[in-house]
């Protein structure tokens, strides 16, 4: 058989998860990764990142909207997929999807929003006409209340919801990493570590995407960059990276020390199937790479413009590195057979329901999304990015 | 008076042609609920295979039966059951060599065996039908069961196609039917064995290497098979708590 070697079970020829399976994780991840670092300066006080609060949110909100499309085009019946909210199973990891990802995006990012965005709300409902009057209006839900009172509660509830939030973040993606983690019979997969690995790359993903939003936006914008922010941003980023790559090898060393009933097949895979993709694309160059440029910041006095090259360079590496690393545990983990006495191939479509086109369509919508949500609550404002929220 | 007239021609026909038990049952049978047809009690049966591994021929007739009772996909990739050669070579069993050239539908080319060094055996394999299935533990929507009597079964039009049941299976039993695009796997001929019949692989295994058992039968010559005989499950460390069991396998088995 073409693509295949050794022998694999009759029922392994197809592939069952496909590139889409691979953008669904690095969807959520930066979507938690983006939450957690505008919580930072929320709930931690660091008022360093203050600049990029509010884009942080819009980013996640953008992408959390996408984040369930991949997962529909893949399934057989996605006409059925609402049965999992109605009469979900309630001993599968999977079954709990649909309620973690509305707590999510209704119970905590979208009441963020808006409880940060009310008094921009409120001051462009009253300042406009029309169709854009009554779009702002219905945004504010109608409620006009702007008092120094009100504007407290506002900002009392926004806190709570972040420190809600926080967990929830964690359980959106730490969820994600259990699906994969609790597979027994895939070795590849089946692991602990995996939510809290998927955890801390959705943490460094996130973190490394509103870095660099910020950074084009800003651009675009023809603003300055609040390098005291980019600094800080980028500090963190070092920080999550280490534990995400410490927590990486010590997964990789742990398998290769114990060399276990599989480890005979997992090292044939990363040695020629994976080599590329997880030794070169992810750990050389989207992990060690970006550790060693932001570490490297840390220890040297580079100017601005150095910083900030450094800095886009360091974070599209790192996203890069990051869906490698989803690629590696979705594709990866299906590319040996449950036998462990053989290997297939994945081989992508292109304008298939699975294939690259879609997977590339579904990539580019969430900074479609963004796009109008910048436009629709603008993340700044002239006075250098005031947050809605007191100091 | 039309609808009456029908009626009656169905019933009489019914009885010229069944059996007395059977014509109660046939209702049950034509809705695809055998289990709840009066002869059937589903709480008296707990079903599970046993599969003699000496015996297996190779014979492929199992897979051929089981394609066409269950209206299986032909082409290769989907499989009901399917059988598995093995060569092993003593020196080196931790790495044997398998072959299963469109799951054993069309059976076994002949192959070498250079001064007879290598030890060649059969495997015929299928769902195990788990007590612990995983693949029904992680199913989102319930749409894979077990029935009470111990076969898991799909209710296709509960599955989702998420695929995660696939991943799941530690056998490699389980496939996703490119007609229905929902799981399909091994029932157990349940449509047979809730009639009485065995199942179409152990009906056509010429050397009766299938054997359809019910542990709940104190008749069954199971228990007295597996009370005298070696035997084992596949993947055991997996705790699946599967219900085919082998005899004479070999520790090369994956």
């Known amino acids: 058989m073409p693509g295949v070697e050794g022998f694999i079970y009759p029922n392994e020829i197809e592939l069952q998860w496909s590139v889409l399976i691979v953008i669904y994780p690095f969807l959520t991840g930066l979507v938690a990764g983006a939450f957690i670092l505008a919580s930072l300066e929320r709930v931690f006080n660091v008022a360093a990142v203050r600049p990029t609060y509010r884009l942080a949110l819009l980013t996640a909100l953008a992408f959390l909207i996408v984040a369930p499309l991949p997962l529909q085009m893949h399934l057989g019946h996605p006409e059925r997929s609402f049965e999992m909210m109605i009469t979900p199973h309630t001993d599968s990891a999977m079954a709990m999807f649909g309620f973690v990802y509305l707590w999510y995006l209704m119970g905590v990012l979208v009441l963020e929003i808006w409880f940060d965005y009310r008094l921009y709300l409120v001051q462009t409902w009253k300042a406009s006409t029309g169709v854009r009057r009554w779009f702002y209006g219905a945004l504010t839900l109608w409620s006009d209340d702007v008092s120094p009172e009100a504007l407290r509660l506002d900002d009392r509830l926004g806190r709570i919801i972040t420190i809600v939030g926080i967990p929830s973040a964690f359980l959106l993606h730490g969820y994600v990493g259990f699906i994969f983690g609790s597979v027994k019979a895939n070795p590849w ?117 150095a910083r900030r090259r450094i800095y886009a360079v360091a974070g599209t590496l790192t996203l890069i590195g990051i869906f490698a690393m989803r690629w590696n545990v979705v594709i990866g983990g299906q590319l040996f057979s449950k036998s462990l006495l053989g290997y297939t191939t994945y081989k992508m479509g292109f304008a298939t329901r699975e294939g690259l086109l879609p997977a590339i369509v579904i990539m580019l919508l969430p900074f479609a999304i963004l796009a109008v949500l910048l436009k629709v609550l603008p993340p700044w404002s002239d006075k250098e990015q005031l947050s809605g929220h007191e100091a | 008076m039309d609808q009456n007239r029908r009626a009656f021609l169905k019933q009489s026909t019914r009885y010229v042609l069944l059996t007395g038990a059977a014509t109660v049952a046939w209702e049950y049978i034509v809705a695809g609920a055998p289990e709840q047809a009066p002869n059937y009690r589903i709480a008296d049966h707990w079903w599970g295979m046993t599969i003699d591994v000496d015996a297996c021929i190779g014979s492929g007739n199992c897979v051929r039966a089981c394609k066409e009772e269950n209206n299986v996909p032909l082409e290769d990739g989907y499989f009901r059951t399917w059988v598995e050669r093995y060569r092993v070579d003593p020196a080196d069993p931790e790495h044997p060599l398998v072959d299963s050239p469109n799951g054993g539908y069309d059976g076994f080319p002949q192959i070498d065996n250079p001064g007879g060094r290598f030890k060649t055996f059969f495997v015929p394999k299928m769902c195990n039908h788990c007590a612990d299935s995983p693949c029904t533990q992680v199913c989102p929507v319930g749409a894979t069961f077990d029935s009470p009597d111990g076969v898991v079964l799909v209710d296709k039009e509960r599955c989702v196609g998420c695929r995660y049941c696939v991943q799941a299976c530690p056998y490699g039993c389980r496939f996703i039917d490119p007609r229905t695009h929902t799981a399909d796997k091994c029932t157990l001929c349940y449509h047979r064995i809730t009639q009485g019949l065995t199942t179409a692989c152990a009906e056509v295994c010429p050397t009766g290497a299938r054997k359809l058992v019910d542990f709940k039968d104190p008749k069954d010559p199971v228990h007295e098979f597996l009370r005298t005989h070696r035997i084992h499950v596949l993947k055991p460390e997996l705790a699946t708590g599967a219900k085919v069991y082998y005899n004479g396998l070999d520790g090369a088995v994956r």
């Open chain 1, 189 to 305: 997969w089946s692991t602990p570590l995996m939510p809290v690995v998927f955890l801390f790359s959705a943490i460094v993903s996130g973190i490394a995407i509103v870095m660099l939003l910020y950074m084009a936006l800003s651009w675009r914008r023809g603003t300055r960059i609040d390098m005291v922010c980019l600094d800080t941003i980028a500090r963190y980023l070092f920080y999550a990276f280490v534990i995400d790559f410490s927590l990486e090898t010590l997964d990789l060393i742990h398998r290769i020390y114990e060399a276990g009933d599989s480890f005979g097949a997992l090292d044939f895979m990363v040695k020629t199937r994976l080599f590329v993709s997880h030794i070169v694309v992810q750990i050389c160059l989207g992990t060690i790479a970006p550790i060693l440029m932001l570490a490297a910041v840390q220890l040297v006095r580079f100017n601005d413009v």
